[in-house]
């Protein structure tokens, strides 16, 4: 399959991750997104993977000349849902960095381009391919913790020094959407309930001179059935740190409670005494290839475009309850 990116900044580790373990797939082109991000980095990696892709200054120009397979939009936050509009009018077929937009109406505009094209979408929701993930789902389908009532997520991250792109809510959108949106992504998939509302606060204190970045969120979610749910979200890791990243999960059901801490998975239920924990699935999978699968038609993405477009909308509506200062229904 031919393969196009277009964009530097966010996760295109998933799409070189999938390229390794994917032999019959290949990167035709590279372009930077509307904001002229430096690619000389990716170009190395590519080169380091044995893949020698052209190079275009415009983007639209390479997709007209190269007419891909796939094509993997990860530049500035605030041009995701005008690429991939663009990338979904030519027919392609569609891999994206979270959000798939900062604003609703981008995302409405995203929706519609989408439903009238003939392109999948899905965009990069990669932890549900951690081993850690994918243990704890497979323990909830079983039944060992029953019917989840509480959820309680949180992402802490090493804030260092982020480029302006993050220090201007106009091109970021906000430590909810960005950062948020997975874990809102882990509420929905863990319970597969539908969110009813949110009340949501952040604030830029202490963001050490990053502008407009929030270094702190917290968002409060109702969902179906009186299930509740929270998204803790910071900035706040020190540097002396042993991970970039601390995210953890605490899922409390009726018969038990699971917990996904330091990347292993902590069972406590009724069935046997004291906290376990759980061996985690042999191997990390990968998010591009399983989509570059399911675009051949030999397997289900994990990730759907109807996934895709909720979670960014419920993450924009907590963004705007902070914003506000009130409850929002979704």
């Not at 900035?235 to 991970?243: C, F, K, V």
Request: proline share 3%; with cysteine; hydrophobic share 35%.
């Amino acid at each position: 399959m031919k393969v196009c990116m277009i964009g530097y900044t966010g996760h295109n580790n998933y799409v070189l991750e999938g390229l390794r373990r994917d032999e019959r797939a290949t990167v035709v082109g590279i372009a930077p997104g509307p904001d002229e991000e430096n690619q000389s980095e990716l170009i190395e990696k590519l080169e380091s993977l044995g893949e020698k892709p052209k190079n275009f200054h415009n983007y639209k120009k390479m997709l007209e000349s190269q007419t891909p397979d796939v094509v993997t939009v990860a530049c500035h936050f605030n041009n995701h849902s005008r690429v991939s509009q663009q990338a979904l009018a030519g027919g392609y077929n569609v891999f994206v960095e979270k959000p798939v937009a900062t604003t609703l109406d981008e995302l409405t505009r995203l929706r519609n381009s989408f439903e009238s094209s003939e392109g999948s979408l899905v965009t990069m929701f990669g932890s549900r391919y951690q081993p850690w993930f994918e243990t704890a789902r497979n323990i909830i389908e079983e039944g060992a913790i029953g019917s989840i009532r509480l959820m309680n997520a949180q992402k802490s991250y090493v804030l260092g020094d982020r480029s302006s792109l993050y220090r201007n809510r106009n091109s970021y959108g906000g430590t909810i959407p960005w950062v948020g949106s997975h874990a809102i992504d882990w509420l929905y998939w863990f319970s597969e309930k539908e969110f009813e509302s949110v009340f949501a606060t952040h604030s830029t204190l202490s963001n050490k001179n990053h502008g407009e970045l929030e270094s702190t969120a917290l968002c409060l979610f109702e969902l179906e059935d009186e299930i509740m749910g929270s998204v803790s979200l910071d900035y706040l890791r020190p540097r002396g740190a042993t991970s970039h990243g601390d995210d953890r999960l605490r899922l409390a059901g009726k018969k038990g409670i699971l917990e996904i801490i330091d990347d292993e998975v902590y069972l406590i239920n009724q069935k046997v005494e004291g906290i376990r924990k759980v061996p985690l699935k042999s191997k990390k999978e990968s998010i591009f290839k399983d989509f570059l699968d399911y675009l051949r038609g030999s397997g289900k993405c994990k990730i759907s475009a109807k996934t895709s477009f909720y979670v960014t909308e419920v993450a924009l509506k907590a963004r705007s309850s902070a914003d506000q200062g009130k409850l929002i229904k979704i």
